[in-house]
């Protein structure tokens, strides 16, 4: 009797052990799960509608850490993105809008994925297999950014992706013969996926069924302060770059490819963008501060590191790696307080920096700079990625 009542006990003590033991382990995942999200996630919402009657979603992807990245199926334009600060505080750190109206009638690039062409072409003219071509000329004298209807403003068909240590999207375009005076039937896919590491990498892809030119980019504006009213001038950039591509007063390369030592294009080591933007030089003078495409170190087509860009206060770096032998490093110089930030205020001279990785400008007119031809039978490939993480 007295042996049962003790063995009644002990089976009720440990019942009760681990009935204990289990509410803590649920606690302490519930816990875990408030700091990070339990899985990557991905959300779509309204965002407006074309002038053609197209919808417009906007994708938020979501990481473990709480990165959310939002991205449109129009011109696949990242609207924001954010980032953790030193006081492990999230803010958006891209320029953009807070509607769509804006994106379709102004948009100076704002997170765009850009082609077929990105940055420029002399006269929007060029030569291939015999043929003279003539794009559309919608900068000054030269054809800027695939023309006046790019990547950046059609609609792209969407489909997300979701793995355990990623949530993505790929977008397809189908570019037909003849757009914006480009030849070819262009098939492009662009894969954004977005890591627990911080990291968002871009893959691009193409092909073609004629001979044509593609050079595909992200142009998003990053100001890692969180704060758009200040200027990017005190961010620290490096570029991996020993020298930059001299342009004409219209930002044409011409095909002097100039060493960047003892000139205010050395970004070798880390130098905040201001400290030497305001010299005087014919350069700088052309673009209105940086606006060149730097010619990379390593021009290997390995997933190489590129540039960061890191900003002391609040401690925010980005790091870029890219398999293209150049970057346009462009500082906002024409953002002249004319477009409303969606923070409120207006996006002032300078307030954003892009770093835009591709082949070289007017490459289809400079025989010299590497090709940017692409041909049926062959697949153009490309990626870059972003790295947000914060120096302590
Ligand atoms: C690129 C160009 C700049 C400017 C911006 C968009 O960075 O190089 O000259 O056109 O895009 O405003």
Same mark, same amino acid.
């Given at each position: 009797?007295?042996?049962?009542?003790?063995?009644?006990?002990?089976?009720?003590?440990?019942?009760?052990?681990?009935?204990?033991?289990?509410?803590?382990?649920?606690? $302490?995942?519930?816990?875990?799960?408030?700091?990070?999200?339990?899985?990557?996630?991905?959300?779509?919402?309204?965002?407006?509608?074309?002038?053609?009657?197209?919808?417009?979603?906007?994708?938020?992807?979501?990481?473990?850490?709480?990165?959310?990245?939002?991205?449109?199926?129009?011109?696949?334009?990242?609207?924001?993105?954010?980032?953790?600060?030193? $006081?492990?505080?999230? +803010?958006?750190?891209?320029?953009?809008?807070?509607?769509?109206?804006?994106?379709?009638?102004?948009?100076?690039?704002?997170?765009?994925?850009?082609?077929?062409?990105?940055?420029?072409?002399?006269?929007?003219?060029?030569?291939?297999?015999?043929?003279?071509?003539?794009?559309?000329?919608? +900068?000054?004298?030269?054809?800027?950014?695939?023309?006046?209807?790019?990547?950046?403003?059609?609609?792209?068909?969407?489909?997300?992706?979701?793995?355990?240590?990623?949530?993505?999207?790929?977008?397809?375009?189908?570019?037909?013969?003849?757009?914006?005076? &480009?030849?070819?039937?262009?098939?492009?896919?662009?894969?954004?996926?977005?890591? +627990?590491?911080?990291?968002?990498?871009?893959? &691009?892809?193409?092909?073609?069924?004629?001979?044509?030119?593609?050079?595909?980019?992200?142009?998003?504006?990053?100001?890692?302060?969180?704060?758009?009213?200040?200027?990017?001038?005190?961010?620290?950039?490096?570029?991996?770059?020993?020298?930059?591509?001299?342009?004409?007063?219209?930002?044409?390369?011409?095909?002097?490819?100039?060493?960047?030592?003892?000139?205010?294009?050395?970004?070798?080591?880390?130098? $905040?963008?201001?400290? +030497?933007?305001?010299?005087?030089?014919?350069?700088?003078?052309?673009?209105?501060? &940086?606006?060149?495409?730097?010619?990379?170190?390593?021009?290997?087509?390995?997933?190489?590191?590129?540039?960061?860009?890191?900003?002391?206060?609040?401690?925010?770096?980005?790091?870029?790696?890219?398999?293209?032998?150049?970057?346009?490093?462009?500082?906002?110089?024409?953002?002249?307080?004319?477009?409303?930030?969606?923070?409120?205020?207006?996006?002032?001279?300078?307030?954003?920096?892009?770093?835009?990785?591709?082949?070289?400008?007017?490459?289809?007119?400079?025989?010299?700079?590497?090709?940017?031809?692409?041909?049926?039978?062959?697949?153009?490939?490309?990626?870059?990625?972003? $790295?947000?993480?914060?120096?302590?």
């Amino acid at each position: 009797m007295i042996q049962k009542q003790l063995f009644d006990q002990t089976v009720g003590k440990l019942l009760m052990f681990f009935i204990s033991l289990l509410f803590l382990l649920s606690c $302490k995942t519930e816990m875990k799960n408030k700091v990070e999200s339990p899985v990557p996630s991905i959300i779509r919402t309204n965002f407006g509608t074309t002038k053609n009657n197209e919808a417009v979603y906007q994708y938020t992807l979501k990481n473990r850490k709480g990165m959310q990245i939002s991205i449109l199926n129009y011109g696949g334009i990242i609207t924001s993105w954010t980032a953790k600060n030193r $006081k492990n505080e999230f +803010d958006d750190i891209v320029l953009g809008f807070d509607n769509f109206t804006d994106y379709e009638n102004k948009n100076p690039y704002f997170g765009a994925i850009v082609g077929r062409y990105a940055n420029r072409i002399e006269k929007g003219t060029f030569e291939l297999n015999g043929t003279q071509y003539q794009l559309p000329v919608n +900068d000054n004298t030269n054809h800027l950014h695939g023309g006046l209807k790019g990547f950046d403003k059609v609609i792209w068909e969407v489909n997300t992706l979701k793995k355990d240590s990623m949530v993505g999207m790929e977008l397809s375009y189908t570019s037909p013969d003849g757009e914006e005076g &480009y030849p070819g039937n262009l098939n492009v896919f662009v894969t954004y996926a977005l890591n +627990d590491d911080n990291e968002l990498s871009v893959t &691009y892809k193409a092909t073609t069924d004629q001979s044509t030119i593609v050079n595909l980019t992200q142009h998003s504006y990053f100001n890692l302060s969180g704060d758009f009213n200040k200027e990017i001038l005190d961010h620290e950039v490096v570029l991996n770059a020993a020298s930059f591509l001299a342009v004409d007063a219209t930002l044409i390369p011409t095909g002097e490819i100039k060493n960047v030592k003892g000139t205010p294009f050395d970004f070798t080591a880390p130098k $905040k963008i201001g400290r +030497d933007i305001t010299i005087e030089d014919p350069q700088l003078k052309f673009g209105l501060g &940086y606006d060149h495409c730097w010619v990379l170190t390593d021009q290997s087509s390995e997933n190489k590191f590129v540039a960061s860009a890191y900003d002391p206060e609040s401690g925010r770096m980005l790091e870029v790696y890219s398999t293209e032998p150049g970057v346009q490093f462009y500082t906002g110089n024409f953002l002249d307080g004319s477009l409303a930030s969606k923070k409120g205020g207006f996006y002032k001279h300078r307030t954003g920096f892009c770093l835009e990785t591709q082949h070289f400008p007017n490459a289809p007119n400079e025989p010299a700079f590497p090709s940017t031809v692409l041909n049926p039978n062959e697949v153009y490939e490309s990626q870059t990625t972003y $790295k947000l993480s914060v120096i302590k």
